[in-house]
């Protein structure tokens, strides 16, 4: 598995333990719906600034996303 898909599938487990939608989520950083999507099926490589995003919107540790 690649870094990036990791990091992906993170970000979705963290997203539905809080039990919030893709477009819950989008809409928390201000995203579009489909850039979650595309995050969390590894199809796309999150700046840190997007990685931050996420982190303060699931309330979890950058690290804890990042982790591999």
Known sequence: ???IDQV???IRKFRIKKGLTQLDLAALCGFEES???R????KTNPTIKTLIK???ALEVKLVD???I
């Open 1 to 3: 598995m690649k870094e």
């Open 8 to 10: 992906g599938q993170n």
């Open 35 to 37: 850039s979650i999507g």
């Open 39 to 42: 995050l969390e099926n590894g």
């Open 54 to 56: 996420i982190s303060n």
């Open 65 to 67: 996303l990042v982790k």
